[in-house]
């Protein structure tokens, strides 16, 4: 028996951001390769599957490209729906290329299924257009990491390029990407917002400018983060001020460098 991979998006987190094909995919699966990040409420939902965690975290022991792409093919060869669960969009930093290209080569059926990317979700999160009129008419995503043997990422000039940036795994290199933005032209003083956890109940925002990235970052609790950069976000970090300083009583005097809300769930802050 020869089964199909289905490549399919999770979203940003929340189980109910997930498309319904999607869901039924996953009702229906035999087994399910997911990314590490998964949230168990997403695989509940797989409940006669057999369930394997294949994700790959910065840092962190993770499971080789090329492994995960036979256990891919190996898996369609006794199984008719194979599923290969990936956090946001499998079409973008999802590695989905070589999955499919091996796939293909094996001759094992393909099918992707999108999903929320965590742009869009953090976009949600904090109500604020990526391409607000008159201010943002061009929007990159974009990741500073490549691989060793790749050719040179030019993820400086994409920044530089777009009206709004959206920062993929990049909050462990915040100092250097601030470093690297502002040498090459960018404001020190232009808005950003870090979301951490986009989606979740626990989800957070960080506000602040490219010169205070880096203490941005350092800010978070070490949950998916998102940065997001752009003059959208300056009337977002004011406006967001301002209602926390008349929620507290007090007057509102100056922006803070950092400041974390918990997404219209209740409000509190940290700095």
């Known amino acids: 028996m020869t089964g199909a991979v289905y490549l399919v998006g999770a979203g940003p987190g929340a189980a109910d951001l997930l498309t319904l094909r999607a869901a039924r995919l996953l009702e229906r699966a035999d087994i399910v390769f997911h990314d590490a990040l998964v949230p168990d409420e997403v695989l509940s939902i797989s409940k006669k599957s057999k369930k394997i965690k294949v994700g790959k975290r910065s840092g962190r022991l993770s499971t080789a490209q090329n492994f995960i792409n036979k256990q891919l093919a190996d898996a369609a060869r006794k199984h008719k729906v194979v599923v290969r669960l990936k956090g946001g969009d499998p079409m973008l930093f999802g590695r989905a290329h070589e999955e499919i290209a091996y796939l293909r080569e094996k001759h094992v059926r393909v099918e992707i299924v ?18 607000r009129r008159g201010l943002s008419r061009s929007v990159v ?53 870090m979301v951490e ?14 010169g205070t990235l880096e203490s ?40 803070p460098t950092v400041r974390a809300t918990r997404s219209g769930r209740g409000r509190s802050s940290s700095s």
């Open 197 to 210: 956890n986009a989606s979740l109940p626990d989800a957070r925002r960080f506000f602040g400018t490219l």
């Open 114 to 131: 999108p999903g929320v990317t965590a742009a869009l979700a953090a976009a949600a999160e904090l109500a604020v257009s990526l391409t």
């Open 141 to 193: 995503f974009l990741t500073p990491r490549s691989g060793a043997g790749e050719r040179p990422n030019e993820w400086v000039k994409a920044a530089l390029a777009a009206d709004t940036v959206a920062i993929y795994m990049g909050a462990g290199e915040a100092g250097a990407i601030s470093s690297a933005l502002i040498a090459a032209g960018k404001p020190r003083g232009t808005p950003l917002v």
């Open 216 to 255: 941005v970052a350092a800010s978070g609790s070490g949950g998916p983060a998102l940065i997001l950069l752009g003059e959208v976000y300056r009337g977002s970090a004011i406006i967001n001020a301002w209602y926390k300083k008349q929620s507290s009583g007090g007057q509102l005097s100056c922006l």
